[in-house]
Structure formats: C-alpha cells, structure tokens
C-alpha cells in the first residue's frame, strides 16, 4: 500500500511596506481552526522592508504562539524561533580580509 506525504498548504504574501507586512500577519493570524485556515507556522523572507518589522514579526509570532522563521538572526533575538541564512558579521569580515590582501595600486586578475 503506498502512503502520500501529507498536504501542507501554503499561502504567500508578498509585501513591500510595513502595512502590507501588518496586514498579511493579521490575515494569517486569523482564521478558523476547525477548518484550518489559521497558519501554523511563518517562515519570512530577507529583504529591506523585513528589517523594519522585526519587532512587529516577533510579538505577532508571541501572541498567537506561531513558530517564526526568518534569514536573519535579528528576528530571532527579537523573539523569532530559529533563523537559516548567512552570518552577516562573518561575511563582512571575509570581505574585508580581501580587501586587505590587494594593496593599493596592485590589479586583481
């Protein structure tokens, strides 16, 4: 007997200001559970409109005991569950050893 995996729906926003972001966690965030439709879980992609709500993501998590995953580690130090991304201070750092390795005036290939 073959068995398939469960159905998990997923239902995306796509938000490029801070009220979009407010109006799409109060859409997930309500919903009826008998049938569903509330979201268990947020999984919130980078971009420059993201670090201006970090702490709106994080309390809206809180309050409706939402497991929050983000890129960056900020959202989880703001009360976020977990992040998966880059280490930006390490990135950072990386770069500047390069750029610590071409003297002035010495062409890179």
């Known amino acids: 007997?073959?068995?398939h995996p469960p159905v998990v729906p997923v239902r995306t926003f796509f938000c490029r200001s801070r009220t979009r972001y407010l109006f799409a966690f109060?859409?997930?965030g309500s919903g009826n559970r008998r049938n569903h439709e509330?979201?268990?879980?947020l999984i919130i992609d980078s971009?420059?409109?993201?670090?201006?709500?970090?702490?709106p993501m994080?309390?809206?998590?809180?309050?409706h005991r939402?497991?929050?995953?983000?890129?960056?580690?900020?959202?989880?130090?703001?009360?976020?569950?977990?992040?998966y991304g880059p280490n930006l201070h390490e990135l950072w750092r990386q770069a500047a050893r390069y750029i610590d390795k071409n003297p002035e005036g010495c062409q890179t290939r």
Not at 47 to 55: E, F, I, L, M, N
Not at 58 to 63: S, T
């Open 58 to 63: 994080a309390a809206f998590a809180r309050a």
């Open 66 to 83: 939402l497991p929050l995953i983000s890129a960056f580690r900020r959202v989880v130090e703001a009360g976020g569950l977990m992040s």
């Open 1 to 3: 007997m073959r068995t």
């Open 26 to 28: 109060s859409a997930a």
């Open 47 to 55: 971009d420059a409109v993201t670090g201006q709500v970090q702490a």
């Open 38 to 41: 509330q979201a268990e879980g």
